[in-house]
């Protein structure tokens, strides 16, 4: 009739659509295909994250979750029952590795355990914001990822296994594969992009209703394997060739002080650059000024592109003399690991060579600033001036400040009377500019101050707005940035201008060198400020407050015949603690409530969380031969309900089987032989023996026979899952726990002897 169409019609397939118990039954296949999926798409994060501990903790994480959802779908046939289930699972986890001490039973959450996840939150939050890629792995940062790629496990599963829509979970891992390019597209690994593509294809053949399961998982499992070396096998920024850290990032921003304390309080030192020179000395190596000093902080003016201003021809220092005696210097800079616009060169550079992008220099200050791309990568040789002018000539100078140069004597309204106290106090004796500037560098050096990376923050004062200034100089106790802040705001006070300048200390000594000259080798320990200060007939002249750090420059140094002396040091206008010699790191008492002591805390649990994430891992590799045989023992009986050979599939299954339950079929036994010895092991029942019996029929017809014997494949499928579970039956509970986790026809099979192929 027109409109119906017969139910076994090829149009309609509906004899090809799977029972729900089919598909129940099946659903296995899929989320295997999802943790594959999950597995290869996580390496997508190693160009942002250091080391690949991460990688175990997000495993562990998918791993459970989609099973708790896998289980779940067993027990009950309702759609949201997997989604709860790997949802509780989730903050089952979470509360034990992040939370475990204030929960219940270790698992369940209290309503402490959720202030400790806000502020495990909060912390890896600001860690992310604070660092850069590849970024360290905080506790913060490790819940945060845990949290996440469980949640995003949930909606695969959701969308994949329970709504059947295999397609739609590449919505979830689209969202791993995007962060990295969000941050950067550099960081994009298209060989990792290539292996998820390849692993959702997986899962879409295992989405359908009669796939090829052999060669999906075949394919699946090719892919597990690479992403297991993946971590370790794909490029990877170690601490010498890092991509990028907490400095190298920041620097891209628009203030380049930010995060300085954080990054030289980092524990563990990046290499940023590596540098030689024509002299062998070491020397300074400058990124940018800082000349706006606003209530909040130092800042550099907006870059200006100049493209005429190409580095094979720079102008002159500005207010540099033909008299003041200059040197020639030639500096050869690797750049490994910095993520800034601001290329590093000595102060005043006079001509840069062997760049590979844009950079183009600033008439104002001489930085070298690319609009469209990173130092990171750059070799290049830079000639420079060591200028050196005499004290004399410094002390000539004298009170002259051009009209271009007033704005670095700009100070915001409201500054703290201590500031141009303390600096009318320290230059009182001084009779000229130049004068001032060593009294003022001496009054930070001459053991009042020490050098700390820890007080300002324990104080409240880590930063260089104006009250940041006026509490360090009351409690006498900084890092670079105060010291440097503090001696160019108090130079402005006296009518000197000054800014501050970023960069890098002349870094360590190496045993190489590179074409016959010593090498230096830059970390995330040298980065470093330092004021300088404009002298007319000089130019911007460098100082160095910051004691313990850098060196003096031989116009600052006491020692050098003509450099004024300040006197000694009188009363200061406010109490001036004893100075003390800062202890060790290593040796500083730890206060419970301060932050080494979370620190201290964050350090132990993330040892709990990888040590635990370490014996997950083994026991998951101990699985793999069970794994293994479930999967293939699936294959095998899936193809025979398919309608493949029994001989290559159902009793290849029972052969393999019998050697993993320790029955005692030779290798050289005929199928009756080997049907015979299964039934006297099993000690089976008439019924059971009758099916054995058709089996072995069947398995005898095919060996002898070119065609396979007719039969319903379900049937047969069903005849052979009957006499396996006879065989387990028949034998301990020891004996088939060892042939389900230890099989041995898998050891057997990688020595070439199994029985039944």
């Known amino acids: 009739m027109p409109g119906v169409r017969p139910v076994g019609s090829k149009r309609g397939h509906a004899h090809n659509l799977p029972s729900p118990e089919e598909a129940r039954r099946t659903s296995w296949r899929v989320s295997l295909a999802l943790l594959v999926c999950f597995l290869v798409t996580l390496p997508a994060l190693h160009t942002i994250l250091q080391g690949f501990g991460w990688w175990f903790a997000m495993a562990g ?40 001490r204030s929960a219940f039973l270790f698992v369940i959450p209290t309503f402490e355990s959720f202030g400790v996840f806000g502020d495990l939150g909060q912390a890896g939050a600001a860690s992310i914001a604070g660092q850069s890629v590849p970024a360290d792995v905080t506790l913060g940062i490790a819940f945060l990822l845990c949290l996440g790629v469980g949640v995003l496990a949930i909606a695969a599963d959701f969308l994949a296994v329970s709504r059947r829509l295999p397609a739609l979970a590449a919505l979830p891992l689209a969202v791993i594969l995007a962060i990295p390019p969000f941050i950067g597209i550099e960081l994009s690994d298209v060989f990792v992009f290539l292996l998820a593509a390849i692993a959702w294809l997986v899962l879409l053949r295992a989405g359908q209703p009669f796939p090829q399961t052999g060669r999906a998982i075949g394919l699946g499992a090719s892919a ?26 920041y620097l891209a921003g628009v203030n380049p002080v930010l995060s300085l304390g954080n990054d030289l309080r980092r524990e563990l030192p990046r290499t940023i650059l590596t540098y030689s020179t024509l002299s062998g000395a070491p020397t300074y ?59 590093p060169v000595p102060y005043p550079a006079t001509l840069v060579s062997g760049l590979s992008g844009d950079w183009f220099w600033n008439a104002k200050d001489l930085t070298f600033t690319s609009p469209n791309r990173a130092a990171r990568g750059e070799v290049y040789k830079a000639q420079s001036l060591q200028v050196e002018p005499t004290p004399a000539q410094l002390t000539a100078a004298g009170r002259v400040v051009p009209e271009e140069y007033s ?109 016959g000259r010593t090498q230096y080798r830059v970390t995330t320990l040298n980065v470093h400020t330092w004021p300088e200060l404009y002298f007319e007939g000089i130019g911007w ?53 301060g ?17 635990a994430l370490v014996v997950f891992g083994v026991l998951i ?26 001989v290559s599939t159902g009793w290849r299954e029972l052969m393999q089987s019998a050697t993993d339950l320790a029955v005692g079929v030779s290798g050289t036994a005929t199928p009756r032989d080997a049907a015979s010895v299964i039934a006297a092991s099993a000690g089976l029942r008439a019924d059971d023996q009758a099916v054995l019996d058709r089996v072995l029929e069947r398995v005898e017809r095919e060996s002898f026979s070119r065609t396979a014997p007719a039969g319903a494949g379900i049937e047969r499928a069903d005849q052979v899952r009957r006499i396996l579970q006879s065989m387990r039956s028949a034998t301990g509970w020891r004996t088939r726990m060892a042939a389900t986790i230890a099989p041995r026809s898998i050891w057997r099979r990688v020595t070439g002897v199994s029985r039944g192929d």
């Open 61 to 100: 994480t998918v791993l459970a979750v989609l099973g708790a959802a896998a289980l779940a779908r067993v027990l009950s046939v309702r759609r949201w029952v997997p989604a709860i289930s790997g949802s509780l699972v989730l903050l089952a986890l979470i509360t034990l590795f992040f939370s475990g």
């Open 224 to 249: 597990l394997i690479v992403a297991l070396l993946v971590p370790i096998a794909l490029p990877r920024v170690d601490d010498s060739l890092a991509s990028g850290d907490s400095f190298g990032g």
């Open 285 to 343: 190596l400058r990124l940018v000024s800082l000349q706006n000093f606003t209530a909040e902080t130092w800042a550099p003016d907006p870059p200006e592109i100049d493209r005429d201003n190409v580095p094979s021809r720079v102008g002159p220092p500005p207010g540099l003399s033909a008299d003041v005696r200059v040197e020639d210097e030639t500096t050869w800079v690797d750049v490994q690991n910095l993520g800034s616009p601001w290329l």
């Open 407 to 515: 704005a670095y004597l700009a100070l915001p309204d409201g500054m703290p009377p201590i500031i141009a106290a303390e600096a009318e106090q320290v230059t009182a004796a001084a009779t000229s500019d130049y004068g001032k500037a060593v009294a003022l560098q001496e009054f930070f050096r001459n053991g009042a101050f020490t050098y700390s990376e820890t007080a300002p923050v324990d104080e409240g004062y880590d930063g260089t707005g104006m009250e940041v200034l006026a509490k360090f100089l009351d409690v006498r106790s900084g890092y670079c940035i105060h010291f440097a802040s503090a001696m160019a705001v108090m130079a402005r006070t006296l009518g000197i201008p000054s800014r501050v300048a970023v960069g890098f200390l002349p870094g360590d000594k190496q045993v190489a060198t590179v074409d």
């Open 541 to 593: 002249t460098r100082f160095e407050p910051t004691p313990g750090r850098g060196f003096v420059p031989t116009y600052a140094d006491e020692a050098t015949p003509g450099v004024p002396t300040p006197p000694a040091p009188s009363a200061a206008p406010t109490p001036t603690p004893t100075p003390t010699v800062a202890p060790p790191r290593s040796a500083a008492p730890v206060d419970p409530t």
């Open 595 to 611: 932050s080494a002591a979370d620190a201290a805390r964050q350090s132990a649990a993330l040892g709990w969380l990888w040590a």
């Open 621 to 646: 590799l101990l699985l793999i031969p069970a794994m293994v045989r479930g999967v293939q023992r699936a294959i095998r009986l899936r193809r025979l309900a398919r309608g493949a050979p029994l």
